[in-house]
């Protein structure tokens, strides 16, 4: 009986020629490289005295896999679909998010080791991390999202998190077998986005805002042309027309920075009818109001803990785009280019759910923006409301009948200030 140790070691060493002097890149060809995994460990297997039906033999060809392919002992959690994120404080303290519940695992790594998964996961992203650059966001080839800080920013070890997409719903409609929708308000939000009106989607951290901006672009129609801007890529778009493009870091020189702000003015030479912008932090909120108040739909996440402070966030964040820039110019700006506000937030019990939908009048009054509550949370769960959303005509125009969507005329008007 040959010894495991001895097997996978000769295993990794083959497999890692292979990669060297055949250009077998485990990224590039997945099913080949799997294939490749299963073969060198039968031969080395038998080679060594070993049994081909022998599972020991399975064991090692995973666990080479996972360590070369894969994310090695992270791998494990990766290939489980209840978990939503992943952590790593230290290397013997790693972490996941499970149904909104943090739990501390028993996986412990190296310091080197958590280099390599480093190094490994922003390989396909093209980014770096170095010291003149401590921080990196990238895209995993899964969908995942990776944020690395490295010393001397954190005080001894690398912190890597990274956030899984579970669920990926692809129309609204999905939102309400998972509970973050009521019928009538998947209904109303899908006839929303598809007459064109712009939606802003707020909440905190982990809230799920990025899901259900995914799921509100599935009610876009299939004749428009889709462009987003993003940070990293997260935006999933089931679309035939659509262009997705992410920001770019400045190269060792210096040189090659491609801004947020940027993007969003290049994709209005791209002939969208649609523009996506996966979150908002800071001056780009101007080029996204200005985008909107051209006559272009656009959506866009915010963090903000309500609809109301979602409000007040957009009319200070296009403040920092420049000093020649005048609240007396944004506010109106946000009242006229904003319809509707989706805030979404995470329950005690780790489910997420929307809390808020509020529509802008468009009308201000002594610097205050007025809101309509259309639906908002109640005893019952997902509540309508009096309020009524801007522009009935473009619901009309694309053949939805809106009074039937909301029946407002049970309800007393629901009007507030932000």
Request: proline share 5%; glycine share 8%; hydrophobic share 45%.
């Amino acid at each position: 009986m040959p010894t495991s140790a001895q097997v996978r070691q000769d295993v990794e060493v083959g497999l890692r020629t292979a990669i060297r002097d055949a250009g077998l890149d485990p990224m590039v060809h997945p099913d080949e490289f799997r294939a490749f995994v299963e073969r060198l460990t039968s031969e080395t297997w038998v080679h060594h005295g070993g049994d081909i039906a022998d599972r020991e033999r399975a064991e090692i060809a995973r666990d080479v896999h996972q360590s070369v392919a894969g994310f090695g002992q992270l791998q494990q959690f990766f290939d489980d679909p209840t978990i939503e994120e992943i952590w790593l404080n230290e290397p013997g303290r790693v972490f996941v998010a499970r149904h909104g519940r943090t739990e501390l695992t028993n996986a412990i790594l190296a310091e080197r080791e958590v280099r390599d998964l480093v190094e490994r996961m922003l390989r396909a992203s093209g980014r770096r991390i170095d010291l003149s650059s401590p921080f990196v966001d990238a895209v995993l080839p899964d969908g995942s999202r990776l944020h690395v800080v490295i010393p001397d920013i954190t005080r001894r070890h690398w912190a890597v998190n990274v956030r899984r997409f579970v669920a990926r719903p692809r129309q609204v409609s999905e939102l309400v077998a998972m509970g973050t929708l009521t019928d009538p308000a998947a209904a109303f939000l899908h006839a929303a986005v598809a007459s064109g009106l712009n939606v802003l989607v707020s909440g905190g951290t982990q809230a799920g805002k990025t899901t259900l901006l995914n799921a509100l672009l599935g009610s876009i129609g299939a004749h428009e042309r889709v462009v987003s801007c993003e940070e990293v890529f997260e935006v999933r778009l089931s679309h035939v027309d659509w262009v997705a493009m992410q920001t770019r870091d400045a190269s060792l020189e210096g040189t090659g920075e491609v801004p947020l702000r940027r993007l969003i003015r290049e994709a209005l030479r791209m002939r969208p009818t649609r523009i996506v912008v996966g979150e908002v932090r800071q001056g780009e909120a101007l080029d996204l109001l200005l985008a909107m108040n051209s006559g272009m739909p656009a959506m866009a996440t915010l963090h903000a803990n309500s609809a109301r402070e979602a409000v007040m966030k957009l009319c200070t964040l296009p403040l920092l785009a420049g000093q020649n820039i005048a609240a007396d110019f944004v506010v109106p700006a946000v009242a006229s280019s904003v319809d509707l506000v989706v805030q979404i937030a995470m329950q005690r019990d780790g489910r997420r759910c929307v809390r808020e939908i509020t529509g802008l009048s468009g009308r201000v009054e002594s610097g205050v923006i007025e809101l309509a509550e259309i639906f908002t949370m109640g005893d019952a769960g997902l509540e309508r409301r009096g309020g009524m959303p801007p522009h009935a005509e473009r619901f009309a125009q694309a053949g939805f009948d809106l009074p039937a969507l909301l029946d407002p005329s049970r309800l007393p008007a629901a009007v507030g200030g932000a």
